[in-house]
């Protein structure tokens, strides 16, 4: 099984609409959540994280947490075009320093 | 601007020569990283160092070898024995544990180097 997995898409939504993504991880003992967007050619940029159960908000941004399922859910609200990216889903355990990446998510918002 | 600097960003490289690719980072960060992306694929990591004079393989270390001399500068060398080296090589930092066992922090990517094999 996978540390971490994410359904790769790709994912398409019109312009103004809500994009959900999702990431499921095995480890429970697992502390840190990451979101990460990737544009095509270019390094992953960080846009959330999340640490504790519940949800939380920046700007169209909101990051989803139930550890109890083990998911971890990005939500992007209104939709624009530049968010055509690849997405990427990270976690941390509670120890050591190893960040585990899912296989990423790809996004297309079509104008 | 505190950040992480790769250099080269493109690198060509005949087949049997070892190159080593730069990582910079003045973000005082003692964890740094370096993962390997191939077309459409996940990062895979490749080499991890938690503080200075240390490091620890990771997944696809074969052919590989890395340096931690200083805190800010975790370079990686792409031996000839590495069967495919054709990538995108993305080196990032992070706090790290600091002074206690936990993981702290987020993980910060340089631009990248796109290596390719002539």
């Known amino acids: 099984q996978k540390e971490v997995e994410q359904n790769s898409g790709p994912l ?44 939380k908000e920046d700007g169209r941004f909101t990051a989803q947490l139930n550890k109890a399922s083990q998911y971890v859910s990005l939500l992007i609200r209104d939709s624009q075009p530049s968010d055509s990216a690849t997405y990427l889903c990270a976690v941390t355990r509670l120890t050591g320093n190893q960040f585990y990446f899912g296989t990423g998510t790809s996004l297309t918002v079509i104008p | 601007d505190g950040g992480i600097t790769q250099s080269p960003k493109y690198l060509f490289r005949k087949e049997g020569q070892n190159v080593t690719l730069s990582c ?7 964890a740094m990283y370096w993962y390997r992306q191939d077309p459409g694929q996940g990062l895979r990591l490749i080499y991890y160092s938690q503080i200075v004079n240390d490091f620890q393989k990771g997944d696809i270390a074969e052919g590989y070898s890395v340096s931690r001399e200083k805190k800010e500068s975790f370079p990686l060398t792409v031996t000839s024995a590495q069967k495919n080296p054709t990538a995108f090589y993305l080196c990032a930092s992070s706090k790290g544990r600091g002074q206690g066992i936990f993981n702290t922090g987020e993980l910060f990517f340089g631009e990248g180097s796109r290596l390719t094999v002539l």
């Open chain 2, 24 to 30: 910079e980072q003045n973000l005082n960060h003692d």
């Open chain 1, 12 to 55: 398409s939504v019109p312009e103004g609409a809500i994009a959900s993504l999702n990431c499921t991880y095995s480890d429970r003992g697992s502390q840190s959540f990451f979101w990460y967007r990737q544009y095509s050619g270019k390094s992953p940029e960080l846009i959330m994280s999340i640490y504790s159960n519940g949800d």
